[in-house]
């Protein structure tokens, strides 16, 4: 009998949440629950490249939503294609034991350019005028087109930003469907990525992030149906914790102290902008860590950062150099120093210290410019388009390494795979590749 298995990712699920989500439950009724201890940073692209590679940052390059290029003095936010995972993924291993076996990714981050058979994944066209227009790439590259005509685009401003909301998921588990019915690809990755909006926007506890959990479980019902009639033999669903999503009352700003340290510089265009070359220190903010890179890896000046930051509120831990091996962080890609928050504290990518001379883009919604992550794109005003520069309104975050309960995720799965009761998302990759 073929073996079909189904991998969902979904960033914020709890334990606790599954009382919220009756078919989810269904989904996976008479399998196992693992708890789920995400490595640090437990942020989207590390998470997942964990999970495809079964290895940690220093070994796959992953090691942010973003990468620095210091010989260009270039910062790459979301838009990485699959080659910067330096390892092996699963449907490269699938291959590799049988070659017969097929698999699909739908919407991991670095999916454009992987060796799975099918892939969907967002790829708007960038306009000079600065306009996108609507498409995804897919393998086959023609099948955009058929699921364009049953479903219409990609709903991409409801895939991130101040209007995201089911309808980004209920198109990914649409047209997965879809992609099985058609193709059958015995492994299948799918990210669900609903829950992440409303717990970061207003914490992982509020009214909006309940009713994320219902909305969520009612496409997951219906994509249940779809896979079922799909496939002629059984499918083992797996559901996976990407992250777990804690609350904040604080908010630290590294560049704003790098800046006042006279490490930071910055240059006036359209604002003040970072100014990349010149700075001694800067640092690329991902939720709840980020890295700073030093000029020229200088001793002396990592170790003027790692005073600045060992004396700061929000901040549990500095690591410089070799101290990152602690966590898997002692790759290239690293910055020399990596501040990690207290699990009740993010970090914001501002250096202005007055807002009237914010870069433009910092009142935007706008991912790729923005050399840092900016949940507060979340809570943007729609009365005149513009983001608000407080920090403050964000109530959720995630990435901080796991210390507590409240941090750890789970694994839920419909078969007894004999998984032990508590396992590490570098575990995934093996636990997928043992049944085949």
């Known amino acids: 009998m ?31 629950k693992s708890t789920l201890e995400n490595s640090f940073p437990a942020v989207t692209w590390p998470a997942q490249a964990n999970m495809l590679t079964g290895k940690l940052p220093n070994e796959h390059g992953v090691t942010a939503n973003g990468f620095f290029w210091r010989e260009d003095n270039k910062v790459e936010m979301w838009t990485a294609w699959n080659e910067k995972i330096q390892e092996p993924q699963i449907w490269d291993l699938l291959h590799q034991k049988d070659d017969s076996i097929t698999s699909a990714a739908w919407f991991p981050m670095l999916s454009k350019g992987c060796g799975a058979d099918y892939v969907c994944m967002p790829a708007p066209i960038h306009q000079p005028d600065g306009s996108e227009d609507l498409w995804c790439y ?8 058929d699921l364009l005509a049953e479903f219409g685009h990609f709903p991409l401003k409801h895939f991130w930003g101040p209007i995201a909301n089911i309808k980004s998921t209920k198109w990914i588990l649409e047209s997965a469907g ?11 990755y799918i990210y669900l990525p609903h829950l992440d909006y409303a717990a970061q926007k207003m914490g992982p506890d509020s009214d909006l992030a309940i009713a994320a959990l219902s909305e969520l479980d009612g496409v997951i019902g219906e994509m249940k149906t779809t896979f079922e009639k799909a496939y002629e033999s059984p499918i083992s669903w797996m559901v996976v914790s990407e992250y777990v999503i804690t609350e904040v009352d604080h908010v630290s700003y590294p560049n704003r102290l790098l800046r006042e340290a006279g490490m930071l510089k910055v240059i006036e265009n359209d604002g003040e902008q970072l100014d990349f070359a010149e700075s001694d220190a800067w640092a690329l903010v991902d939720h709840q860590f980020s890295h700073v890179f030093v000029k020229d890896a200088d001793v002396a000046k990592i170790q003027k950062v790692k005073d600045l930051f060992s004396r700061q509120s929000g901040i549990s831990e500095v690591l410089v150099l070799d101290e990152r091996e602690k966590y898997g962080m002692n790759h290239e890609r690293s910055g020399e120093v990596v501040l990690i928050s207290e699990p009740n504290s993010w970090q914001a990518y501002y250096w202005w210290l007055d807002d009237s001379k914010a870069p433009g883009f910092a009142r935007t919604v706008d991912i790729h410019r923005k050399p840092g992550y900016d949940p507060v794109e979340l809570h943007l005003d729609m009365s005149n388009m513009s983001t608000p520069l407080d920090a403050t309104l964000i109530k959720g975050s995630h990435g901080a390494p796991v210390s507590n309960d409240s941090q750890r995720g789970i694994l839920l799965t419909s078969n007894d795979l004999a998984i032990p009761d ?6 995934i990759c093996d636990i997928v590749l043992k049944q085949f």
């Open 138 to 145: 897919t393998k086959p590259q023609e099948f955009y087109g």
């Open 2 to 32: 073929q073996k079909n298995v189904v991998l969902l990712t979904i960033p914020g699920l709890r334990d606790k949440d599954l009382e919220q989500m009756p078919n989810l439950k269904s989904l996976v009724a008479g399998g196992q």
């Open 178 to 188: 879809a992609c099985a019915q058609r193709f059958h690809p015995n492994f299948f």
């Open 422 to 427: 508590s396992i590490r998302d570098i575990d």
